[in-house]
Nanobody
Framework: QVQPVESGGGLVQAGGSLRLSCAAS????????LGWYRQAPGKQRELVAS???????NYADSVKGRFTISRDYDKNTVYLQMNSLKPEDTAVYYC?????????WGQGTQVTVSS
């Protein structure tokens, strides 16, 4: 069993930056991909960025050039550095650990970007 725990959300003005962290505890040897998703009110949850165990990254078009995902394998932690934030980035951000079998979600952290 793997349990991701997010931290680092908050309120920031447009153009500002935030860094989210997700620490995965438990059977971390079974973790393949770690990813960040977000869900805004009234919208479906969407992929923001992901990183595989081999370091391959994938980004949503809407965040390319602004967000950077990175992974600390020793700490079993994944980070999302968010720069040039926009009001449309406002959402609850969730961390997802994709395992060898199945997946596990964190409880989410709120990011609010004011205009």
């Amino acid at each position: 069993q793997v349990q991701p725990v997010e931290s680092g959300g908050g309120l920031v003005q447009a153009g500002g930056s935030l860094r989210l962290s997700c620490a995965a505890s438990g059977s971390i040897f079974s973790v393949n991909t770690l990813g960040w998703y977000r869900q805004a009110p009234g919208k479906q949850r969407e992929l923001v960025a992901s990183i595989t165990s081999g370091g391959n990254t994938n980004y949503a078009d809407s965040v390319k050039g602004r967000f950077t995902i990175s992974r600390d394998y020793d700490k079993n932690t994944v980070y999302l550095q968010m720069n040039s934030l926009k009001p449309e980035d406002t959402a609850v951000y969730y961390c997802k650990a994709t395992l060898l079998v199945g997946a596990s979600w964190g409880q989410g952290t709120q990011v609010t970007v004011s205009s």
